[in-house]
């Protein structure tokens, strides 16, 4: 939708039901009751940038609460990756500033009742402080990284074969899914086979006959080819 200002109740409906009829989307971004709707955001961030990542959640939040405040009816809640990640490094800077300095204050005491003395306590606070800070400056520096190269290798080639023997198992998979879409709990279920019957639909000019699985392995192996190079930058098959 380009506009909205020509929205009609009728074509409002329109659009609900057709939102609600999209399995990659019912349930999953839409509620039942379309009153909630998810927006999926991926951000492009530099590797091991935690300013990046702060800064970009922040900025977030920032517009979440700016929402709430134009919009008083509307809640705006901020979930995924990111968030979970940036949730560490706060959870350190709020311990820093009141279970370390805490801690230091117990040690104190208890050293002062142990030693009886001020200098000794005063060379022992310096010792542990200065073990802590080289302690922290030797893991940050010394620290070994995963190595991306060799994950990315790994992960191609699982692609590679999963891109082969994903034919294959559309039959199989199909059974299984309505079975879980049919157990108590289950809210959504995510599966290629929908992406695939999508890519069908869309490739035989939208005709609901053509909403199925290709017939023919190479097909199917095209289609899923020309799905994942139309993905946006930074998304793939996995995300």
């Not at 820093?96 to 050293?111: C, D, H, K, S």
């Not at 309505?178 to 939208?206: A, C, E, F, Y």
Request: with cysteine.
């Amino acid at each position: 939708m380009e506009s909205i200002d020509n929205l009609t109740p009728q074509l409002l409906a329109k659009i609900e039901a057709i939102a609600q009829s999209e399995p990659i989307l019912a349930r999953r971004l839409i509620s039942e009751d379309s009153k909630t709707t998810g927006i999926n955001v991926t951000l492009q961030l530099p590797l091991d940038d935690q300013i990046a990542l702060t800064t970009a959640v922040e900025y977030a939040e920032a517009m979440a609460a700016r929402l709430e405040a134009e919009i008083p009816h509307l809640t705006v809640a901020i979930t995924g990756r990111s968030p979970l990640s940036n949730s560490f490094p706060r959870a350190s800077i709020k311990d820093m500033t009141l279970l370390m300095p805490l801690m230091f204050g117990i040690i104190v005491i208890a050293l002062v009742g142990f030693l009886r003395s001020f200098w000794g306590t005063a060379a022992t606070l310096f010792v542990i402080i200065l073990s802590v800070i080289s302690a922290m400056g030797a893991a940050g520096f010394m620290g070994v990284k995963p190595d991306r190269h060799l994950r990315c290798r790994i992960l191609h080639c699982i692609r590679g074969v999963g891109r082969y023997l994903q034919p294959r198992i559309f039959g199989p998979s199909r059974g299984f899914t309505i079975w879980l879409r049919t157990q108590p709990g289950v809210v959504h279920v995510n599966v290629i086979t929908d992406v695939m019957k999508r890519l069908s639909k869309s490739m035989h000019g939208d005709a609901a006959s053509r909403y199925r699985l290709p017939d023919e392995r190479n097909l199917a192996a095209q289609y899923l080819l020309l799905y994942e190079m139309s993905l946006p930058y930074g998304l793939d098959l996995n995300s």
